[in-house]
T-cell receptor
């Protein structure tokens, strides 16, 4: 079975400071990993994904994520946070061994709050 | 532009009533999914479909059903609504693995259901 854990319900950061939102995963084989963002009263939007290759993945809105196989982690990062980054962030995983269909398992979400 | 739409966006119903939430996508995606979002649980998969006439149960399928008669639509039915089914429901779609994509889901804006 595949799963992801987001250990922090909320992350607070000052605007201009770097931010990190943590995610760890568990899969039987090799993972496909994703980050999504949700703004209030909206659906989830895709931010970035790791499939294979470079462990540092760049995505939308200046976000990036670092895949670490030994620590089974895929933390979301941004060098300089903006107030407009305040939203709910979800990590998701797909186990390559599950075959077709792209069924994703989501974490419980981390609320990011960026303050002036 | 291709899109995925859900209706109704908000619904209030009574315990025991049948409710159907509509999902329509114009991406021509084979894969469609229904998730529910609850505080502390993140997104949990209810049902999913890999193509016309194909439906599968997710992790929280009890009390829900879906049918897939065409590519564009995957309606979610609550046969006899219960208060525990008060939630925000999201429909999503993606291309099939066979197409060579890596699984991004495209989400609708959500349907907020309250069961009194």
């Amino acid at each position: 079975a595949q799963s992801v854990a987001q250990p922090e319900d909320q992350v607070n950061v000052a605007e201009g400071n770097p931010l990190t939102v943590k995610c760890t995963y568990s899969v039987s084989g090799n993972p496909y990993l994703f980050w999504y963002v949700q703004y209030p009263n909206r659906g989830l939007q895709f931010l970035l994904k790791y499939i294979t290759g470079d462990n540092l993945v760049k995505g939308s809105y200046g976000f990036e994520a670092e895949f670490n196989k030994s620590q089974t982690s895929f933390h979301l990062k941004k060098p300089s946070a903006l107030v407009s980054d305040s939203a709910l962030y979800f990590c998701a995983v797909r186990d390559i061994l599950t075959g077709g269909g792209n069924k994703l398992t989501f974490g419980t979400g981390t609320q990011l709050k960026v303050e002036l | 532009d291709a899109e995925i739409t859900q209706s109704p966006r908000h619904k209030i119903t009574e315990t025991g009533r049948q409710v159907t939430l509509a999902c329509h996508q114009t991406w021509n995606h084979n894969n469609m999914f229904w998730y529910r979002q609850d505080l502390g649980h993140g997104l949990r998969l209810i049902h999913y479909s890999y193509g016309v006439q194909d439906t599968n149960k997710g992790e929280v399928s009890d009390g829900y059903s879906v049918s897939r008669s065409n590519t564009e639509d995957l309606p979610l039915t609550l046969e006899s609504a219960a208060s525990s089914q008060t939630s925000v429901y999201f429909c999503a779609s993606s291309e099939s693995w066979a197409s060579g994509t890596t699984g991004e889901l495209f989400f609708g804006e959500g349907s907020r259901l309250t069961v009194l």
